[in-house]
Each structure stands twice: as C-alpha cells, then as structure tokens.
C-alpha cells in the first residue's frame, strides 16, 4: 500500500534538465542499456510483479532540497502520474528512480529490490524524454534497436522484436525514414518504440507530450492509456498538466515544492483535497480559495433562504434562474465570511472549524458550484464571460477585488461584463486552515 508525508520545503531548479536532450549521450550508466533476456516472454508475463518505492527519499544540490522526505509506492502494473508545477522535483524523482541522479537521503527500490548503490543499466527500467532523445543520424530502425545493439542482442532477435513493436505503433511504414523526416507525433512513437522494446520492468515517462500541439496530445494520452493497458507494466508518467494527469493516472501523485502532498484516484483526490494547494492546482477551472472569518450567516438570523437551500422560494425566479440549489434552508449553525458576502456552514462542518479553534479559514468553492441567484449571499460583479458547451463560465470579481470562477447553466439569462449579480453556492465548501493549508475535515 501507499505512504505519503505532506509538508512545505523549497525547491531548485529542477534536475531533469540534463535529460532533455536532442541527441543522447550513451555510457554504461544508460537507463536503457539494461540486462536483455534473449528468451524474453512476451510483454507484461514477468512484470506484473514490478513495482517501484522510494521511502523517506531526499535530495538536495547543496543548500537547496529539490525532493525533501519523499515516500511513495507504485503498486505493480500501475499507471501512476507525478503532478505538480514547473520546479516542484517530480522530474528529479522520475531521475532517481532510473538512476541518473543518487538520492542525499532514503530508499529507492524496484522490485523490492533497493538499487539506492545500481547503475542505471542495470536497474531494468526504460525512460522516455519530453525531447524525443532521438538519434539524428540513423533511422527509425535503428533507433528503436539500439537498447538491444547496446546488450548484443542477436540480429534476428533485434529484427523481430523492433518490427514488433512498430507494429504495435504504427511505424511499419517510417522504419527507415531519419528523425528529421518525421512529425512530432511520429517521433514521440519512436522514443516509446525504443523504451518497449526492452520490455522493462517499469516505463519512466518524463513529459513525453509537452512538445506537441494540443490535438496530437489528445491523441496520444489515448493511444499511452491503450498501450498501458496492453503492456501491463508499472509506469511513472511525470506532467505539470492536471487534465493530462486526471484523465490518464489510476493514480496521481500531486507534489508541490519537493513535497508529496496527496495520492489517490483522480476523481478522490478532486472531490477531497488534502490541502489548499491541491485544491487549487487539481481542476480546471481551478477552486476558488477565498479567505474568511467564521461568523453567524446572516441569512439564518434574518430567516431568508441560506446560500445553496432547496425549492425555489419566495422571490425565486425559476424561468431566469432555472437551476436551484441543493442544501436545505434553516440548517445552517455559521457562515464563513468575507467582504461582500458569505457562505453558509451547517452545524457539522462549523462544530469541526471549532474543534480546531480556529476563527478564520479558506474557504474552497469549485466554479461548478458557485451560481448566479437572485437570493444569493455572494456580491460581485462579472468580469469576463465564456461561452462554453452548455453553460456559462462566469469570471466574477468580488468586494475584496479577487478574481472568482462561477456557472450559469444554458438556457438562463446572458451575463454581460459589468453586470452585478449575485451568487449562491451548491453544496457544502472545502474549508482548509489558513496557517498550514490542511484540510478543516480530514
């Protein structure tokens, strides 16, 4: 099973620079120069047994921690997606699993094995490269073979195993064609024609997609999932692009400055950050965190309806606002409170913000769940509106001049810039504390 630990560090500039290459530089450290058996069953028959784990690594270039206290296991056969921004280690990581970087500090082991002390070559992992790391000067064919030249694999062994291969890829037609002869798409095959054709026991994927244009990366976050499926072997995917990483991972890993800060399934981890910065680096658009004190909601005293209570109501204008809101009037025990508006809590989720002491919070609200009501709480004034299949995407500007995400469902009104509306919010909030980020409820 998984370990995580979650805290703050700083970060350097990230490591795997060296990596991105156009040409690379082969030795006997290659991650791809790996032990070859010349009577290899077919993909995925060994390495479902594979897994990788990295316990209480660290890695620091001199006084600056790039990865700081990092515990993370990869369950065998997984998928896995390191996620996080430009600089938080997650390429540095990808490194120290391949070997192209020793750890300051902790475990790395594949297979069970630990190979804090074995070379690259000898660690029987494959690693694919945001830049291709293609060989100009010879072909396809060879590149794709050149893992099994560089172990003596016999001629007919490399003849069967590259043609394989590029059958599964589509590159049948391109093998004798040169680098520059192909498409950004056709030469990201070939870099992963080169890391399956070892049949490792796990695939390092560092940024493969980054370099192509936004249709060919829809295409080929497709065609990685079906060849994952085919393969069965552990991969480590690293990206900074959280829908890359939702829609792709079984898992995700969302690190943030050398720090693990949550793993879990996609959609656990978008419905239950762990803290402030996952829940606002995991959705697209992102939550918004707006800042608040813990008071008693103004709607309750009054006795109009509380932000997010059902029916329609008095005042409710159902043909202008079709969508209503979900939560039940009367049951709100506080309400989180800022300038020119306020959330309200129900008594469960304030008696937790008590339990901490605590008298201000952040309050997490996705865009999906912040809507235009009549009787809403939250003031604020539209400032960009986007057309998108089936709604509205609202940019609102609060009292307090933050930029806010919210929705208009089709078929309601048109919100044009400048307009003051208020807001209603569905559902009960994330709160997170203010003085660490964590989440009020976990």
């Known amino acids: 099973m998984l370990a995580s630990r979650a805290t703050t560090s700083g970060d350097a500039a990230n490591g795997a620079d060296g990596a991105s290459r156009d040409a690379p530089v082969r030795d006997r450290g290659d991650p791809d120069a790996g032990p070859l058996d010349h009577d290899h069953e077919p993909a995925g028959a060994k390495h479902l047994t594979a897994a990788v784990a990295l316990v209480g690594v660290s890695k620091r270039y001199g006084d600056v921690e790039a990865v700081r206290d990092f515990t993370l296991e990869v369950e065998p056969g997984e998928l896995l997606v390191l996620l996080g921004p430009s600089g938080c280690g997650k390429s540095t990581v990808l490194r120290l699993v391949a070997g192209l970087e020793h750890p300051s500090e902790g475990t790395v082991l594949i297979g069970g094995t630990v190979v804090n002390d074995v070379d690259p070559k000898d660690r029987d992992v494959a690693m694919v490269f945001q830049s291709y790391a293609l060989y100009p000067h010879l072909s396809v064919r060879q590149n794709i073979e050149f893992p099994l030249r560089s172990r003596r694999a016999p001629a007919r062994r490399r003849r069967e ?101 949550q793993v ?149 009104p048109v919100f044009r810039t400048g307009e003051a509306i208020t807001l209603s919010a569905l559902g009960e909030p994330h709160l997170f504390d203010p003085s660490n980020g964590e989440r009020v409820d976990s």
């Open 264 to 412: 879990g399934a996609p959609r656990a981890v978008y419905e239950r950050p762990a803290n402030a910065f996952v829940a606002g680096f995991v959705g697209h658009p992102p939550m918004n965190i707006v800042p608040a004190r813990i008071g008693t909601a103004e709607l309750a005293r009054t006795g109009a309806r509380a932000p997010g209570s059902a029916g329609a109501g008095a005042g409710w204008d159902a043909e202008r606002y079709p969508s209503g809101p979900s939560a039940r009037a009367g049951e709100s025990a506080g309400a989180a409170i800022f300038a020119g508006g306020e959330i309200a809590l129900s008594p469960e989720l304030v008696a937790r913000v008590r339990r901490r002491n605590l008298d201000h919070v952040l309050v997490g609200i996705r865009p999906e769940d912040l809507h235009p009501d009549p009787k809403g709480a939250v003031s604020a004034t539209v400032s960009l509106v986007e057309d998108v299949a089936g709604y509205q995407q609202l940019s609102c500007r609060l009292g307090t001049g933050q930029l806010v995400g919210a929705s208009a469902i089709a078929g309601g």
């Open 161 to 261: 195993l590259v043609d394989e291969v590029a059958r599964g890829l589509q590159l049948e037609r391109l093998l004798d064609r040169k680098p520059a002869q192909l498409s950004g798409g056709q030469r990201q095959r070939v870099a992963l024609a080169r890391a399956i054709v070892r049949r490792p026991a796990a695939f390092l994927l560092d940024e493969p997609l980054s370099n192509l244009d936004a249709q060919l990366r829809l295409e080929m976050r497709a065609e990685l999932v079906e060849l994952h499926a085919r393969l069965g072997t552990t991969s480590i995917y690293v990206t900074h692009d959280q829908v890359e990483a939702t829609t792709m991972g079984q898992r995700i890993a969302v690190m943030h400055e050398g720090r693990l800060q």
